[in-house]
Every structure is written in C-alpha cells, then in structure tokens.
C-alpha cells in the first residue's frame, strides 16, 4: 500500500516537472524581451521544480550582460531563494541542504559575475572603437583642413601672381596706346614686355591649376617653393621694363641668409606693394626700402604720390588683407596709411631669427 502511494506520488511529480519544463521554455522569449520580468517568474518557478533551474541560470547570464548590474543581482537573488526553497521541500539524500544551497550560490554568482564580466569587455571594445573611429575622424578632418588651407595659399598665390603680371601687361600697353608715335625701339620694348608677361602669367596659372587638380592622396607640401627676397631685384627689373619708376634703399646688400617662409613672404609684400602703385597710382614713382637684421627683424616700405582718381584712401582692399594674414602667419605685421601730403605708405615687419 505504501509503495503504491509512493510510485503514485512520484507520477504526480513528474507531470508537475512536464508541465514546469514546458512553462520555463516558454518564458525563454520573455527573457529575451522583457529580461526583468522573465528572469523573476524563472525564478519563482525554480523554487517548484529543478526543471527552471536552466532557464533561470540563462536569465542570470543574459540580465547580467545587458542590463544593469543592480537588475541581474536581484534575478539571481530570486534564483537562490527559489533554490532554497526547493531543496527544502524536494531535498536530495545525498547532498546536505547547507551544501547545496551554498553550491548553488555560488552557481549564480559565477554566472552574475561572468555576464558582468562580458558586458565591461562588450563596453571596453566598443569604446576603443568609437575612439579609434573619432581618431580616424580627426585625423580625416585635420588633413582635409591642411589640403584647404594649402588650397588658400595657392590662391593667394595665384592673386598676387597673376595680379603682378597682367598689371605689367597692362602699364606696357598702354604705354604703347598713349604713345604710338614712340621710337620703334621702345615699342619693340613694350611689346616684349607684354609677351614676355602673358608668357609668364599662362605658365604660372597652369602651375597653380595643375596643384589645384592633384589628387586628394598628394601631400601639399608638394607644391613649389616660390620666389624668395633674392629674386627681389629681378621684378624690379619687370617693373621697371614696364614703365615703372622705381627708387631702391637696399641697405642689406648682396642676397642674405633669410628663412624661406620670411623671404616668401617679403618677396609676396614687395610684389603686392608695387602692382597696387601701378593700378591705382599709375606713372607716379616708387619708392621701396629694405632693412634690419637677424634678431631685429626684416623691415619693408613701399610708399608712391597718390592721385585724385587713385582711389586709394587708406581702406584694406582684397591684396592688402591677403598680405596681412600671410604676414601674420610668420609672425610679422602690416600697415598702411595715406599721409597728409596724399603719399600712401605701405610698411611691414617680419621676424628674422638669428
């Protein structure tokens, strides 16, 4: 009689741990929507039956890889109350009931600690690719920045090129305009000038055209040096080819040892200072003095007679802002100014290291 009531029992259990497997399984999806919810009722069904333990250990390791940590320590708190309770009312023989609730705490806590574990590296290495992605950014950004600003310099560049020799072109026909009658030989003259300028105005605008075309994967440092304060006597010969009268105060002699970057820009100066004296101040003479030293400083004046339809009244225009920014990139400075005499000065400082 006694072992009919215990197999029957023991039938009983088994349709209560089908029925509890089958409940478990099912809220598996619920884990995987709503892990709260799911990891509780997981287990509150472990304290019936050995059965949810699986499902509710998987909840543990889901919650504790992607929710809060706060969220998976309370689901693996109802796990080991659930197992508690279970081995209270279904004890195994062979394993104590202290034993094996300590077993299984620590079962849960392996579990909490390894989704913790894996939700910090998770975190760790998408960090490490969101630096890497924004390092790559900056970088992007920073190259994209010098390919622009290299882009600036070639403009100005081009302005100040272009500027010089097709006011060139311009003072020599014009002088061929006002005087045909002029000996065939100053004729012959203007015309070289003329040729000779557009000649050099093509060749240096397809120089600039061919770095504004480069490939983007082209370093921008591959364009051309430039003319530097050496070839300072050689456009004053241009100018003077075309009409212009210039006076030279050169107390620095023969070519110096200057840096690049100061005698670039010295030379930009001087170039920019002259064209402006011929289209806004045409056929008055020029004055252009140089000085300084290493450890005082290169020192520029240009300074020409206005005339009454000069237009030039002391404002900045387009070339002289240009000239101010490249003389603020060598640490130099420009100024100009009209005088009450209606003489425009144009003077600049430009650092000369010893």
Partial sequence: MLWSATRSSSAGLVGVDVALAVAALALVPVVLRRPWIGGVLAGLLVALSPVATPVASFAVLFIARNRPFRQAAAVAAVGVAGEAVQAFWRPVPSLPYGWRLVLMTIAYAALLGWGTWAQARNALLAALRDRARRAEQEQERRVDEA??????????????????RLSLLAAAAGAMEYRPDAPP????????????????????????????????????????????????????????????????????GPPVEIPPTVGRTAYRIAQEALTNARKHAAGQPVRLVLGGAPGSGLSIAVSNPTTPDSGTN????????????????????????????????????LPWPT
């Fill in 185 to 252: 030989e100053r004729l012959s003259a203007a015309a070289g000038v003329i040729r000779a300028s557009a000649h050099h105005a093509l060749d240096e605008l397809r120089e600039v055209i061919t770095l504004l075309r480069s490939d983007d994967t082209e370093s921008p440092t591959d364009a051309p040096p430039g003319q530097t304060l050496a070839d300072l006597p050689r456009l004053v010969d241009e100018a003077r080819a075309a009409g212009q009268q210039i006076e030279v105060d050169d107390p620095l």
């Fill in 314 to 349: 002391g404002s900045a225009g387009t070339g002289l802002i240009g000239l101010a920014e490249r003389a603020a990139l060598t640490g130099g400075r420009v100024a100009h100014h009209v005088d009450a005499a209606g003489r425009f000065h144009l003077t600049a400082w």
């Fill in 147 to 164: 390919r622009a600003a290299e882009r600036n310099r070639i403009a100005r560049e081009m302005h100040d090129v272009l500027a010089h």
